[in-house]
């Protein structure tokens, strides 16, 4: 944890998801002001669109932070890592596709490189490709989906145990037991997504926030198995067309436009869940209030440490019980 922390030049072990076309500033900044690693999503926004949102990072803070690019998404993804150096951007998040190319360009220029891994040999690729962390995403995670449908709580400790790099894990995690859990399982530290949706500085839609506030723990639906490319929403009447059109039978291409930028853009900053789609983890049912982001950081590492010393409590107990 420590490690990380360092490495990151951050206060805790907490990293911001990308939330790519409807990443922005202001939540981000939250984030590394809290203490954690805020994170700008590039999804398949244009070069200018991203840059000004860098620009409008540096002046709202001088914590770190990062830049998320899902290589496959993005149209544009060489000349985001020729923006990110132009910046200086102290860390890059790099998911969605084959990080090889980029690792050592950004690493020549002083900047931290993670790489999203769904699977222990995808995390074995990636440390061999040289990515200073890795960030392992479990099959409870909301938006774009590994088609492996591995979870979080048997891919930690799998790719733990295969790599000497700092593993982060995400999915499923939003509270301090999912922190906690996640270090007993030889995580360095979390990646979060849904839960900083529901925060007060979050600028989404409150209909996006009271969705997830009154979610229950089955309220989430994948979609796009029947095209190979799997994401995890919200349910929502848009959601619920989406699956019946495609167990209907959807092309490709279909599928394409009814989860295009335009339609997220509508569900979550919009609020129109008519006509689009919002999405989320299945910590959905665990979410139960809009706190501020340092609240939820604070609370996160507080009742991380009390889960932690209680289990640890209960453990000794246990052991010396056996030894009478």
Same mark, same amino acid.
């Given at each position: 944890?420590?490690?990380?922390?360092?490495?990151?030049?951050?206060?805790?072990?907490?990293?911001?998801?990308?939330?790519?076309?409807?990443?922005?500033?202001?939540?981000?900044?939250?984030?590394?002001?809290?203490?954690?690693?805020?994170?700008?999503?590039?999804?398949?926004?244009?070069?200018?669109?991203?840059?000004?949102?860098?620009?409008?990072?540096?002046?709202?803070?001088?914590?770190?932070?990062?830049?998320?690019?899902?290589?496959?998404?993005?149209?544009?993804?060489?000349?985001?890592?020729?923006?990110?150096?132009?910046?200086?951007?102290?860390?890059?998040?790099?998911?969605?596709?084959?990080?090889?190319?980029?690792?050592?360009?950004?690493?020549?220029?002083?900047?931290?490189?993670?790489?999203?891994?769904?699977?222990?040999?995808?995390?074995?690729?990636?440390?061999?490709?040289?990515?200073?962390?890795?960030?392992?995403?479990?099959?409870?995670?909301?938006?774009?989906?590994?088609?492996?449908?591995?979870?979080?709580?048997?891919?930690?400790?799998?790719?733990?145990?295969?790599?000497?790099?700092?593993?982060?894990?995400?999915? $499923?995690?939003?509270?301090?037991?999912?922190?906690?859990?996640?270090?007993?399982? $030889?995580?360095?530290?979390?990646?979060?997504?849904?839960?900083?949706?529901?925060?007060?500085?979050?600028?989404?839609?409150?209909?996006?926030?009271?969705?997830?506030?009154?979610?229950?723990?089955?309220?989430?639906?994948?979609?796009?198995?029947?095209?190979?490319?799997?994401?995890?929403?919200?349910?929502?009447?848009?959601?619920?067309?989406?699956?019946?059109?495609?167990?209907?039978?959807?092309?490709?291409?279909?599928?394409?436009?009814?989860?295009?930028?335009?339609?997220?853009?509508?569900?979550?900053?919009?609020?129109?869940?008519?006509?689009?789609?919002?999405?989320?983890?299945?910590?959905?049912?665990?979410?139960?209030?809009?706190?501020?982001?340092?609240?939820?950081?604070?609370?996160?590492?507080?009742?991380?440490?009390?889960?932690?010393?209680?289990?640890?409590?209960?453990?000794?107990?246990?052991?010396?019980?056996?030894?009478?």
């Amino acid at each position: 944890m420590k490690h990380l922390c360092d490495l990151l030049q951050i206060d805790l072990p907490i990293i911001q998801g990308g939330m790519g076309n409807i990443s922005n500033a202001e939540l981000a900044t939250a984030v590394s002001e809290a203490g954690g690693l805020g994170t700008i999503g590039c999804g398949t926004m244009t070069p200018n669109e991203v840059e000004q949102m860098i620009l409008q990072m540096k002046k709202l803070t001088k914590k770190n932070f990062a830049v998320n690019i899902a290589i496959n998404v993005s149209p544009y993804t060489q000349e985001l890592i020729d923006l990110i150096i132009k910046h200086d951007v102290p860390v890059v998040s790099l998911s969605a596709g084959n990080p090889f190319p980029y690792i050592s360009v950004l690493q020549d220029h002083g900047i931290k490189v993670l790489v999203l891994v769904a699977s222990v040999k995808h995390a074995e690729k990636a440390e061999s490709a040289g990515a200073d962390i890795l960030v392992a995403e479990g099959f409870e995670a909301a938006g774009i989906n590994s088609s492996l449908e591995l979870t979080t709580f048997t891919l930690i400790p799998q790719i733990v145990k295969c790599v000497e790099i700092p593993v982060v894990a995400a999915g $499923g995690i939003g509270d301090g037991k999912g922190l906690a859990a996640a270090l007993m399982l $030889g995580a360095s530290g979390v990646q979060i997504g849904t839960r900083l949706i529901a925060t007060q500085e979050a600028p989404f839609h409150e209909k996006y926030k009271q969705s997830l506030v009154n979610a229950s723990d089955t309220e989430t639906i994948i979609v796009g198995r029947s095209v190979g490319k799997l994401r995890r929403l919200l349910k929502t009447p848009f959601s619920r067309e989406l699956d019946e059109r495609e167990k209907e039978g959807l092309t490709p291409d279909q599928y394409g436009e009814m989860t295009s930028e335009m339609h997220h853009v509508k569900g979550a900053i919009e609020g129109d869940l008519e006509n689009g789609f919002i999405n989320s983890g299945q910590i959905a049912g665990l979410i139960d209030h809009i706190p501020s982001v340092k609240d939820l950081l604070e609370s996160m590492m507080q009742d991380a440490k009390l889960q932690i010393d209680h289990t640890v409590r209960a453990f000794e107990s246990m052991i010396k019980k056996e030894n009478k």
